[in-house]
């Protein structure tokens, strides 16, 4: 989860922020984190030291300091008659971590979050492909427990078909991204199609993302093959990740698994994204939506990690580090706008 660019106290924070230092292999990595050095230690102690005090630190003065921090670290800003050229912006992980230490007091990150409710058929029809036997609509998050005893994490906006049978089992993933943790049965092997492409494990835990033209796999724990109709299959080690686009062939690479599986944690983190990607995947996860009409808005660029469901935060912490400013066309619209309108 950490990085080279992180200072001890925002990667403490990030550890902080997570739920599942419990579980694999989120426990080892915090381990050799925290036996990295004496400084990582004093700043986990110094993050916990600030949880407790933390009780009802709302978006204060820190913050706006923070922000303002944030803006003399980065680069100079262009000069404003030339800003429609501005293709790149980024919001520094400082004011991103902290902003995680106040979310965890005040339950952004799931800790106080309510249940949320999956649809599915009635009863399901786990036997054979059809219709999406789980459901989870925008907005939603939902945990499954399979009949096998694996557990799946479906993200907003996804569905899934299952079918087993005595000797396989197969789910589909029609939309959607989900986490699987698998349950170890070596005499059915358990697969997992999306798209074109059919990942393929025994017992192991891996993320899927299907999108209407891409394909992610991340593999956490143990060990998957993941093999398309026109390339023959491939391996992936814990913390790879495979990724193809339609028309182009896949490619294996390291991943960053704390990025890749903080959307279970409520949060979700762009690095270097447009910024019309990261309204996209913002929008699954609840009802009011934010728009992007100007093109040269949609290009800017972002990096971070936000909340998932509060489109209002969003909005201003993007309107302080970009060009930009958020209205509100009605209930559940928001347009994301150059400041020069």
Known sequence: MTREHLTPAQAAARW???????????????????????????????AQQMWQVFDDAADSDMIAALTRAARQAGPEPMARSLWPGLIAASIVLALVSVALFTGVQRGWLGRSAQPVSVALQDPP???????????????????????????????????????FSGRRRDVRLQKGRAFFDVSHDRTRPFAVQAGSSVITALGTQFDVQLTPRALRVVLA??????????????????????????????????????????????????????????????NRHTRAQIVIKDPKVAALRITGVFRTGDIKRFGRSVSEVLPVRMIARDANTYELVSQRR
């Open 16 to 46: 902080l922020a997570r739920e599942d230092l419990d579980q694999a292999p989120q426990r080892e990595q915090f381990a050799a984190w925290l036996d990295e050095s004496q400084a990582h230690r004093d700043a986990w102690a110094q």
């Open 125 to 163: 029809s786990l036997a054979a492909f059809g219709q999406a036997d789980y459901v989870a609509g925008k907005g939603q998050k939902s945990i499954v427990d399979l009949p096998d005893g694996t557990r799946v994490t479906l993200d907003a906006d996804s569905a899934l078909d299952v079918a």
């Open 221 to 282: 724990e143990g060990s998957v093959s993941v093999a398309d109709r026109a390339a023959p299959p491939i391996k992936l080690a814990p913390g790879q990740a495979f990724s193809v686009q339609t028309g182009s062939a896949g490619k294996v690479s390291p991943a960053d698994l704390g990025e890749a599986l903080s959307w279970r944690q409520g949060v979700v983190e762009f690095r270097d994204q447009p910024l019309s990607e990261a309204v996209g995947l913002l």
